[in-house]
């Protein structure tokens, strides 16, 4: 694949890599002439026409002459030299800038990870972007397995390319892992394949790792003449060094949800043996509550909120002695018992007010905080007609259930006094999807 021309620096004249705008450059090099070059010829015209010709002896005016040339084209070319030294540096400075912005780009993308195979794709394609290579790969070693898999390629047809080398590749790769250390591979070698690009270079940095690497990432240059510069393998080992601490990151983001998502399990099942009389009621009620939440479109953090604080909206419950149902105070203080119980939890603690708050009412009426209209939390506004609806169509110990057209009813009359009336409009409209029903 062709690089396409770089439009936005046509190349000089003068030289093939500049920094400089073109008419930067010119200026530069008038105002040298002038500065420099237009005052030794001056001087040399004055030479000659006054000092030579009292010069009796033509050798010694020659040479004299000569000096005069020499030192114009000595200045001439300290100047060609010097801007050459500088459009190199420049370049090079160029260069590095382009890689730390690549390395910021590609830092952005390792943060927003959340996924270990979120960070080997955006590690592929921040290879791409800072070296202009043709394809990337990133290769892991699975957890328990100690051969290494391909999880992620970027560039033009980069598993066709992987396939192309895989022998030279794959020993590479097992050099580098062993070794920790990169490797580059510059083979001249035309792909077995015709239709695949012939490969010109393949850089390949190991992922550090605690003990052992995490795995490699190989880079592979299919254009002739393209090379791999020190420079670019300095900054696909940091690459590297940042992609390892996201894919760690991820992993123990992953672990910790999964322990979030088993506690909450536990907690649920818990609360339905406390509870004895409604068994599977958390579930039901957060089934539903994520229905509702789609339909009110709240975005995903909010949702996210209002599953785990409907699940767990009757967890102050545990704090209530159910041998006395007759004492309806009690059982009103299961919303700041929850509350209490969740706060001090870090990845709860925005889910505590939504617990604290599932039994006030619209019109102001409800408990603990008497809240009403847009004070209420919308998450526990939803909890609470959620809930309404499963304790009226579920078997409870002191109440048979209603059929589920008379609990519609009842929440379509509470609308504006109990219930959002927002709520009870997006619930009207799930009962026509025909997935409400009765526990």
Same mark, same amino acid.
């Given at each position: 694949? /062709? *690089?396409?021309?770089? *439009?936005?620096?046509? *190349?000089?004249?003068?030289?093939?890599? #500049?920094?400089?705008?073109? =008419? &930067?450059? !010119?200026?530069?090099?008038?105002?040298?002439?002038?500065?420099?070059?237009?005052?030794?010829?001056?001087?040399?015209?004055?030479?000659?026409?006054?000092?030579?010709?009292?010069?009796?002896?033509?050798?010694?005016?020659?040479?004299?002459?000569?000096?005069?040339? $020499?030192?114009?084209?000595?200045?001439?070319?300290? &100047?060609?030299?010097?801007?050459?030294?500088?459009? /190199? #540096?420049?370049?090079?400075?160029?260069?590095?800038?382009?890689?730390?912005?690549?390395?910021?780009?590609?830092?952005? %993308?390792? #943060?927003?990870? =959340?996924? /270990?195979?979120? @960070?080997?794709?955006?590690? %592929?394609?921040?290879?791409?972007?800072?070296?202009? %290579?043709?394809?990337?790969?990133?290769?892991?070693?699975?957890?328990?397995?100690?051969?290494? +898999?391909?999880?992620?390629?970027? $560039?033009?047809?980069?598993?066709?390319?992987?396939?192309?080398?895989? /022998?030279?590749?794959?020993?590479?790769?097992?050099?580098?892992?062993?070794?920790?250390?990169?490797?580059?591979?510059?083979?001249?070698?035309?792909?077995?394949?015709?239709?695949?690009?012939?490969?010109? $270079?393949?850089?390949?940095?190991?992922?550090?790792?605690?003990?052992?690497?995490?795995?490699?990432?190989?880079?592979?240059?299919?254009?002739?003449?393209?090379?791999?510069? #020190?420079?670019?393998?300095?900054?696909?080992?940091?690459?590297?060094?940042?992609?390892?601490?996201?894919?760690?990151? @991820?992993?123990?983001?992953?672990?910790?949800?999964?322990?979030?998502?088993?506690?909450?399990?536990?907690?649920?099942?818990?609360?339905?043996?406390?509870?004895?009389?409604?068994?599977?009621?958390?579930?039901?009620? @957060?089934?539903? %509550?994520?229905?509702?939440?789609? !339909?009110?479109?709240?975005?995903?953090? =909010?949702?996210?909120?209002?599953?785990?604080?409907?699940?767990?909206?009757?967890?102050?419950?545990? *704090?209530?002695?159910?041998?006395?149902?007759?004492?309806? +105070?009690?059982?009103? +203080?299961?919303? @700041?018992?929850?509350?209490?119980?969740?706060?001090?939890?870090?990845?709860?603690?925005?889910?505590?007010?939504?617990?604290?708050?599932?039994?006030? !009412?619209?019109?102001?009426?409800?408990?603990?905080?008497?809240?009403?209209?847009?004070?209420?939390?919308?998450?526990?506004?939803?909890?609470?007609?959620?809930?309404?609806?499963?304790?009226?169509?579920?078997?409870?110990?002191?109440?048979?259930?209603?059929?589920?057209?008379?609990?519609?009813?009842?929440?379509?009359?509470?609308?504006?006094? =109990?219930?959002?009336?927002?709520?009870?409009?997006?619930?009207?409209?799930?009962?026509?999807?025909?997935?409400?029903?009765?526990?």
């Amino acid at each position: 694949m /062709e *690089k396409a021309p770089d *439009k936005r620096r046509p *190349k000089s004249r003068w030289h093939s890599v #500049s920094l400089f705008p073109e =008419q &930067f450059d !010119r200026v530069a090099f008038v105002l040298y002439f002038l500065g420099g070059t237009v005052p030794l010829v001056a001087l040399g015209v004055v030479v000659e026409r006054y000092q030579l010709t009292s010069i009796a002896d033509r050798h010694t005016a020659a040479q004299l002459s000569g000096v005069v040339v $020499g030192i114009v084209m000595l200045s001439l070319g300290c &100047f060609a030299m010097l801007r050459r030294v500088v459009n /190199e #540096s420049l370049a090079e400075l160029e260069g590095n800038n382009r890689r730390l912005a690549s390395l910021l780009d590609a830092s952005r %993308a390792f #943060s927003s990870a =959340q996924h /270990e195979p979120d @960070a080997s794709y955006a590690l %592929a394609a921040s290879a791409i972007a800072l070296t202009q %290579a043709h394809a990337s790969c990133v290769f892991l070693r699975p957890r328990g397995n100690d051969s290494l +898999k391909m999880t992620a390629s970027a $560039g033009a047809r980069g598993p066709e390319l992987y396939e192309a080398l895989v /022998e030279p590749l794959v020993g590479l790769v097992d050099s580098v892992m062993e070794e920790r250390h990169p490797a580059t591979y510059f083979p001249g070698h035309a792909s077995r394949h015709s239709e695949t690009p012939t490969i010109h $270079g393949a850089v390949v940095v190991p992922l550090p790792g605690e003990r052992l690497p995490l795995g490699a990432l190989s880079v592979v240059h299919t254009q002739p003449g393209s090379d791999f510069s #020190s420079s670019d393998v300095d900054a696909l080992s940091t690459l590297a060094g940042l992609a390892s601490v996201a894919m760690v990151n @991820a992993e123990l983001l992953f672990a910790q949800r999964n322990f979030f998502s088993h506690i909450t399990d536990i907690l649920v099942t818990a609360i339905d043996l406390h509870l004895g009389y409604n068994g599977g009621h958390g579930r039901r009620v @957060a089934d539903l %509550a994520n229905r509702l939440g789609h !339909r009110l479109q709240l975005d995903e953090r =909010q949702r996210w909120r209002l599953h785990f604080a409907a699940l767990l909206h009757d967890i102050g419950m545990l *704090k209530v002695d159910r041998r006395n149902p007759s004492d309806a +105070k009690a059982f009103e +203080k299961h919303p @700041a018992y929850g509350f209490s119980m969740l706060r001090g939890i870090r990845l709860w603690k925005d889910v505590a007010p939504l617990v604290l708050h599932h039994h006030e !009412r619209f019109d102001g009426k409800g408990y603990p905080a008497g809240l009403a209209g847009s004070q209420i939390p919308m998450e526990a506004r939803i909890i609470a007609l959620c809930e309404a609806f499963d304790t009226m169509t579920s078997l409870t110990s002191y109440k048979a259930p209603v059929p589920v057209d008379a609990a519609v009813r009842e929440i379509e009359a509470g609308s504006g006094t =109990q219930f959002d009336p927002c709520t009870v409009q997006a619930f009207r409209e799930i009962l026509t999807e025909g997935v409400v029903d009765a526990a």
